[in-house]
């Protein structure tokens, strides 16, 4: 019997990159170690959670006491994402999903040609974490805002746009802090509250956003 925070609720959490194939030997992904959403995997199962951890790839063990889905692509994730969305009460997307992926995949190695330039051609990515807060049923629904610039500004309008209960909003141009570093420091920020969260490790900063999301969470119940 377990009294933490969020005893006896369903956390589903994304992490990681997504690898967007070009052909069999190469991808399109970006710096994320998943460091962040591992960290609040754990604080979720330490808050009481049955936790599902949608993972990219990364370097890290798989966490105990939690369920791990590995993917690749984003419309892998968006799959394990939505098989069992119905049990889920909390969906934190901490995943950097690639926005676009190549058009087509090619079977066979792309060989090097006679050209010096060479054009790539994307499609969009689907939006999961939009996806899933557009559900009729849709969990209490946390996203991240991984911003250069205009930090609070880009965050909101990920807030609004995404239809979203809550956004991290995380400057990744700080060094020390954002991408496959071990420290993290966040602003959180709903439709009516901002939270700064100052630079701490990132599982320290994980179950201090665990507390804060289960909070408000449990308000608004
Ligand atoms: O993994 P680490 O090395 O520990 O680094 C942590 C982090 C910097 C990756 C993490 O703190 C973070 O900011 N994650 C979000 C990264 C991101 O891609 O943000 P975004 O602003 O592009 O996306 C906004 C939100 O939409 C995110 O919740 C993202 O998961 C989600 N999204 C985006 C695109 C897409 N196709 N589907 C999505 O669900």
Redesign the pocket.
Known sequence: FDTGALAGKTVFI???PTREALDPVRYISN???????YALAQAAVDAGARVRLISGPVNLAAPPRMDVVAVQS?DDMLAASMKGIESCDIFI???????YRPVAVSEHKIKKGAEEVMELRLVK??????SVAALPNKPFTV?????TQDLQTYARS?LER?NLDLI?A?D?SQPGI????DD?AVTLISRDSVLPLPQTS?RQLASQLIRQIADLYNRAQ
Not at 125 to 130: K, Q
């Open positions: 994304t992490a990681g710096h994320s170690s998943g460091k962040m959403g984003a997307a901490a995943a950097a999903v690639a926005d990515n689907p939006d999961i974490v939009a996203g991240f805002a991984a911003e990920k995404k991290v995380n990744v954002g991408f496959n570093s993290n990132k």
